[in-house]
């Protein structure tokens, strides 16, 4: 028995900011063995929705530095299938733990099936817990993971400090500044439109938020919103907006790395933040990655389930249709046009 696949991949390594012509979609004929005694342990999954996410540009460039430091960092090679975060059904299965039309959450394709080799990450979803399929891409996947833990565990917050959150309106930074809200924190959002100001304050209750797009000092634009200076700041993007935040922050700040967006597609871009302020205020500098933050799994998922249901959490998804789609998705990324959580529904649930 054979199904046929499409899926996404690259041209040719991508070097600077990704366009069309770098991605093509492929077809490949999938065999299902269906020998009770194979010694093959795959999974055949039908993807139903995929998450699409700017650290996977580092992965097809012809050189990273992040490439040999996690499995999930891997260099993907030109014609090669691209994994990421997903949810989907189970369509065939060679595993006891997994039957056919089970719910699944892990490492599947940019594309409509994924074949899931035993040892990768796959888990089995429960179906009653009522919320959307999509939610466990986002918000109760990685991307609430490392908003939560990242912001709880990193950067050890407390009730009345001052949180500045970088690409606030994004997957993460839109669930970082209402955790630290719920917290009882003051935070202050950046975003890169004035729609999207507008939203970080009136929809999701930040105090206060800036376009960075409109400020010809970015170290003037913080002074202005925290005249008292900033106790944790959530970096999402580095370059400019890390070297002005360290100049306003006050002794013992503390500054979670999670991505550093503007210097993903341009070479030249660096942050270099005033050394001597690190030093004498005593600032933490820490970057961090989702698999770091796996023994505050169970924490994050009781308490963000907690919020969801009492409404105290809004999750913002910004939702693609078809395998077709996720080239253009991805592009979108690199240039601001995403507004929360960035997915691709490759097939109806």
């Known amino acids: 028995m054979e199904i046929k696949n499409k899926y996404v991949t690259i041209k040719t390594n991508i070097n600077g900011a990704p366009k069309e012509s770098d991605f093509e979609i492929k077809v490949e004929n999938v065999s299902l063995i ?18 699409i996410d700017p650290y996977q540009i580092n992965r097809m460039k012809s050189q990273s530095s992040s490439q040999g430091t996690i499995s999930f960092a891997t260099a993907i090679s030109p014609g090669d299938s691209i994994d990421s975060y997903g949810v ?51 918000v109760l996947g990685f991307s609430g993971l490392t908003a939560y833990g990242g912001f ?42 004035q729609e999207k100001v507008n939203f970080l304050k009136e929809r999701l209750g930040f105090d206060d938020a800036f376009n960075y797009k409109q400020e010809t000092d970015l170290k003037s634009a913080l002074k202005r ?19 002005a ?17 503007s210097e993903y597609t341009n070479a030249t871009t660096r942050a270099a933040p005033e050394m001597l302020d690190i030093i004498y205020k005593r600032i933490t500098i820490k970057g961090f990655l ?29 939702i693609s249709r ?22 691709v529904k490759v097939a109806d649930e």
Not at 34 to 51: A, L, P, Q, R
Not at 97 to 108: P, Q, S, Y
């Open 152 to 193: 709880f565990q990193v950067c050890k917050p407390k009730p009345g400090e001052k949180v500045f959150v970088s690409a606030a309106s994004g997957s993460i930074g839109h669930l970082v500044g209402q955790y630290a809200k719920l917290l009882g924190c003051y935070v202050v959002g950046s975003a890169g439109s």
């Open 290 to 318: 989702a698999s770091d933050l796996m023994n505050v799994y169970a924490e994050f998922l009781s308490k963000t389930v907690e919020y969801l249901k009492g409404g105290k959490l809004k999750t913002i998804e910004d």
């Open 225 to 243: 919103c925290f005249p008292q200076g900033i106790d944790v700041y959530f970096d999402n993007v580095g370059g400019r907006m890390l070297e």
């Open 34 to 51: 269906i020998e009770s005694e194979s010694e093959f342990k795959d999974v055949v999954v039908k993807n139903m929705f995929v998450s």
């Open 245 to 261: 935040a360290v100049a306003n922050m006050n002794s013992f700040g503390r500054v979670a790395v999670c991505g550093v967006i």
């Open 322 to 343: 078809g395998v077709e789609s996720i080239p253009s998705a991805f592009i979108g990324l690199f240039n601001g046009e995403n507004m929360g959580k960035k997915i």
């Open 88 to 138: 989907g059904r189970v369509l065939f299965s060679h595993r006891p733990d997994f039957k056919k039309g089970d719910l699944v959450a892990g490492l599947l394709t940019w594309g409509e099936y994924s074949i899931v080799k035993e040892g990768s990450l796959l888990n089995k979803l429960d179906p009653n817990m009522g919320f959307p399929l999509s939610y466990h891409v986002g």
